[in-house]
């Protein structure tokens, strides 16, 4: 038995792969549990392939995030503690490092000289508190009327009580707003503030407005869901508009090798988490959109050409049109959830559009997700399209514009199954009265024309803001055969810009293109509208 078991063993060491190392196993060490600010933090250690690592500063916020590489089983990487109280303020810092399916975790401080964490001084003066273990004192904050600004703890967090909130509630038209102080957007310091106090802004019917430096957003209260959180549970809020590194890597995986989008380093990444006992539960989803603001700097918005370009939720692993608008600088946008928003333009280019009359007009409608190609690389700008095709086209529109919010009733077509790419947008449309039927049926797949585009097309133009350009009159040659249903609906659109004909006639019975309702839907949007 012993020799069969000895000729087992030296089979598998002749079987066994050769290395030159032994696979390293994963191992982490710290230069320091203790340091000061301006002082170097050295992490190093084994492992085989990249280590992540992410540090969160005290107040649950990023202050650190990297991929190091090993070489030959073996890591090591300096860290830099900055000087300025608002990046590195004083306390706990939690480190986590992940190597395959591996995560070791450290704590390391940044104290003084002494190794304590000293009050910090606040920017313009104001009291400084320190929140008891068992909350955030009541009188936290200075209200003046409405607006509050806030009390800057030791730990680097921006608080608010709840007396304070009450005193400005009362002072408040349809919101409440706290003014973190200037470069707080910037640095990602955290809010925090009595979960309670958003039950009595909903029994109020007001909102929360946070406004940073670069900033703002504009909470409805029924839009975090608190439950019967106790007197202890604090609602925190970190709105950061940096391009930080782990914003950047969601930006990379999101777009991947797709050429036709372009970032210009404008993003905001907010995050809105209940705490309790110590602990901290991300909320993403949002009982109601909530309006967010976020100003470029000069640089960013020379960037941006400002037909192409639009916000967009980056998960990492893929982008999420989300629209917005932008006027004097600032873009606004509406919200659903909660993560990173980017903007980022998006330059869709078809081979069998360069130099077409309608370039201009499907470039910018690509852009905002209102059209897209029969395949990646053509657009077919001549084929005639549907009246499914249309009304979704349409409806697209008007959702950017975001003023249609009215939710869709029945499905008043037997033709229009559920489950079809066009069924909600149809409709929608016929909830709204920009589409009908006839007799009961939308007729999907027949072929739209020009007298039926137009119709739709003035029944969606209430909910833009058009002004006439005082053309007249159309003088079409062949008036007379466009349909008396469609008549008015020609001649407002002709007043209002919409149409132009083909100089002479307006073609009523001609079915729409592809080329023709990019450039009929383009000019309900104001010019350069993003």
Known sequence: MKKVLAAMLALLFVLAPVSGYAAASFALEMSADKLQRG?????????????????VRPDKTTFY??????????FTKTVTIPEEADFAPYGVYHLAASNGTTTLKKTFAVTDEDGNYPPEPIEGGGIIFVPPANGIPADAGTPTGSDIQPDKASNGTYIVGGDTFTSASGEAGDAVTINLPASSGSTG?????????LQTLKSKNKDLVINS??????????????????????????????????????????????????????????????????????????GKPVTVKLKLSNEQAKLIAADLAGVYYVNGSQLEYVG?????????????HFSTYAILEYSKSFVDMKGHWAEQAVKTLAAKHIVTGVDEQHYVPGRSITRSEFA????RTVAWNGKADQPAGANPFNDVPAGQYYADAVTQAASLGIVTGYQGAFRPNDGITREEAVVALVRAAKYFDLSSPGKGT??????????????????????KGLIEGDGKQFNPKKSVTRAEVAVMIGRLLPAGSL
Not at 65 to 74: F, M, R, T
Not at 257 to 271: E, F, L, M, P
Request: glycine share 10%; charged share 15%; hydrophobic share 45%.
């Open 39 to 55: 002082e170097q933090l050295t992490l190093s250690g084994t492992a085989e392939g990249d280590v992540n690592v992410k540090i």
């Open 65 to 74: 995030l990297d991929v190091i590489e090993s070489a030959n089983g073996k």
């Open 189 to 197: 310091n955290a809010l925090e503030f009595p979960a309670q106090v």
């Open 213 to 286: 430096d670069n900033g703002t957003i504009r909470i409805p209260a029924e839009a975090i869901a608190v439950g019967n959180a106790g007197q202890e549970t604090n609602i925190r809020i970190v709105l950061n508009t940096t391009l930080t590194d782990d914003a950047k890597n969601a930006i990379a995986g999101s777009i991947g090798s797709n050429a036709d989008y372009h970032g210009v380093g404008a993003v905001i990444t907010v995050t809105i988490q209940l705490v309790s006992g110590g602990t901290a539960t991300d909320i993403h989803d949002l």
């Open 324 to 336: 917005g608008k932008m006027e004097s600088g600032t873009f606004t946008f509406q919200a659903n």
């Open 392 to 395: 979704t086209m349409l409806m």
């Open 474 to 495: 159309p003088a079409f040659a062949d008036a007379k055969i466009i349909s008396a249903w469609a008549a008015a609906a020609v001649n407002e659109a002709w007043t």
